[in-house]
């Protein structure tokens, strides 16, 4: 077999795995999803590099001791960030893949057979500690739904022209702040800040009182672009290495007061969150599928060929303290989005601007065609007029002090699917 066929061979429904675990329909880690961290353990703390597979997570770094790993770095899994691993480039990636596929598959020994190797290394993802899977160098935002954004302008503009000129043009972003995105866990304080009231002449400084969610995802950068070469729409998803779940957490009070005329600032930049396993776009091809029609069609650098929108169904829950069930408050997806990941990345580099390995793009709030399709408190409750009820009682417009907000996302296959685990954190109050 040839490397093409080696690589399909790692997306076959039919493939199984002897771990047990990873042939739940319901699982988020399959055999065909093998998705990249970064773990450390009760046995073990080093922050090393890990693959999801089930219930457990491989140790690359053991498994590369172990002989059973080739890849063209030494110890490079031993690690506490995957970038020197995405540095080596896609078709080390896919090499990786390959090999762990055969080893974890059903009818291979190697390891299956040998409970010593078995032992060293496979840890059980119960007893370990997952990490931010990347050094950021850099993080931008997208804004490009086209529901969010027309929910937003009807919002607070004219509800007949809710999208600016420039919208339907490009995907507009922002640069945000890479040094607090933070991994699924890490609790988030609420953010204090100006607060303009409608009642007072001159802003108060206090805590929000319009704390949000924006369901995203993002992609990271698995090969950058020297300063002045921009990256083609048609070769964008080369330099992508996969994707996570993001929460770029909002204060709404905040940045209404600030946005103008530069844009969010501090509203933002107190924590965003994301999943800590990477989906590489090769788990993700199955489930690849057509964009929006763009009208008017992009101008020539923004356009591409074929299906770049993918099939990833997407949920928040929300628990209440002291309530011990969360209540599902939004049902969307991916392929819903405007702009694609490859037209964001073309356009971010048109200009000349450089990217890095490990580089995070936000996709922007993902919003549906239905009510309970949409992405932000701001939008499901209509800016507060709308109360959300809980499972348990009680109602919500914003989050509240303890809450605890949670992505999921995954893509249906035959049989399994291909999910991306939580995005989770927990609201502490601001500091007095």
Sequence with gaps: MNAVNDLQATLDASRKSWIESANDPAGDFPIQNLP????????????RVGVAIGDQIVDLAALQAAGLLNVPAHNVFARDALNDFI????????????????????????LRDDAALRAKVLVRA???RLHLPVQIPGYTDFYSSKEHATNVGAMFRDPKNALLPNWSEMPIGYNGRASSVVVSGTPVRRPNGQLKLPDQERPVFGASRKLDIELETGFIIGGGNALGEPIACEDAEAHIFGMVLLNDWSARDIQQWEYVPLGPF?????????SPWVVTLDALEPFRVAQPVQEPEPLAYLRHRGKHAFDIHLEVTLRAQPARQASTIARTNFKYMYWTMAQQLAHHTVAGCNTRVGDLMGSGTISGPTEDSYGSLLELTWNGKKPLALKEGGTRTFIED????????????????????ACAGQILPARG
Excluded at 36 to 47: K, Q, T, Y
Excluded at 89 to 108: C, P
């Design 402 to 421: 303890g809450d605890e907000l949670t992505l999921v996302g995954w893509c249906q296959g035959d049989g399994y699917r291909v999910g991306f685990g």
């Design 126 to 128: 119960a007893d370990a």
């Design 266 to 274: 501090n509203a933002k930049t107190f924590a965003t969150t994301i």
């Design 36 to 47: 990249f961290g970064i773990f450390s353990d009760r046995g073990n703390d080093a922050r």
């Design 87 to 110: 540095a080596l480039g896609r078709d080390v990636w896919r090499s990786v893949r390959i090999q762990l596929s055969q080893l974890l598959a059903r009818d291979t020994a190697t």
